[in-house]
T-cell receptor, first 112, second 111 residues
Framework: KQEVTQIPAALSVPEGENLVLNCSFT??????LQWFRQDPGKGLTSLLL?????REQTSGRLNASLDKSSGRSTLYIAASQPGDSATYLC???????????FGPGTRLSVLP | EADIYQTPRYLVIGTGKKITLECSQT?????MYWYQQDPGMELHLIHY???????EKGDLSSESTVSRIRTEHFPLTLESARPSHTSQYLC??????????FGAGSRLTVL
């Protein structure tokens, strides 16, 4: 069964810290991987999409890496701000799959 | 700004009523999806479509139905709403190999 896990489930940090969120997947035959942000009661906002041929993608203070061989992706957030508080989800699209498989998310709180 | 629109954003309705949640996208995407998400819980795929006149059931069994008569439009219908249908419903779309884009969601409460 295709599974996507995210560690930690919840994280609370003071403002200004650099932090890393982890996403693990069970099968290295992925087509691409996408990171999302979700604010309470809202839809998902796409942050970064990494194709299987790429090692990392960057957007502003966000950097996502992909290591297919170890089944891991990390989302690095630099100089965190209270506005970064949200749930972060990763989703994997497998080569042989039809749809994205979502992780359960990491709930981030950045304290002022 | 997302080019995928869901209406209504919020709906409170009585048991037994028929409801339709609307989803429209202006990006010309072939693939469209409906997810169900309870508060603080994981997303579950309930329906998807790869193009006009193509619809499939997702991983989570659902009493809802969908249609795809036009590329841009993917409505979800509940023939007879029940309290167990209370949830948030999220519509999404993507182009081939592209970014999955979500709408703002429709929050349904069935009394």
């Amino acid at each position: 069964k295709q599974e996507v896990t995210q560690i930690p489930a919840a994280l609370s940090v003071p403002e200004g810290e650099n932090l890393v969120l982890n996403c693990s997947f069970t099968d290295s035959a992925i087509y691409n991987l996408q990171w999302f942000r979700q604010d309470p009661g809202k839809g998902l906002t796409s942050l970064l999409l990494i194709q299987s041929s790429q090692r990392e993608q960057t957007s502003g203070r966000l950097n996502a890496s992909l290591d297919k061989s170890s089944g891991r992706s990390t989302l690095y957030i630099a100089a965190s701000q209270p506005g970064d508080s949200a749930t972060y989800l990763c989703a994997v699209f497998y080569n042989y799959g039809q749809n994205f498989v979502f992780g359960p998310g990491t709930r981030l709180s950045v304290l002022p | 700004e997302a080019d995928i629109y869901q209406t209504p954003r919020y709906l409170v309705i009585g048991t037994g009523k028929k409801i339709t949640l609307e989803c429209s996208q202006t990006m010309g995407h072939d693939k469209m999806y409906w997810y169900q998400q309870d508060p603080g819980m994981e997303l579950h795929l309930i329906h998807y479509s790869y193009g006009v006149n193509s619809t499939e059931k997702g991983d989570l069994s659902s009493e809802s139905t969908v249609s795809r008569i036009r590329t841009e439009h993917f409505p979800l219908t509940l023939e007879s709403a029940r309290p167990s249908h209370t949830s948030q419903y999220l519509c999404a779309s993507r182009a081939f190999e592209g970014v999955l884009t979500f709408g703002a969601g429709s929050r349904l409460t069935v009394l």
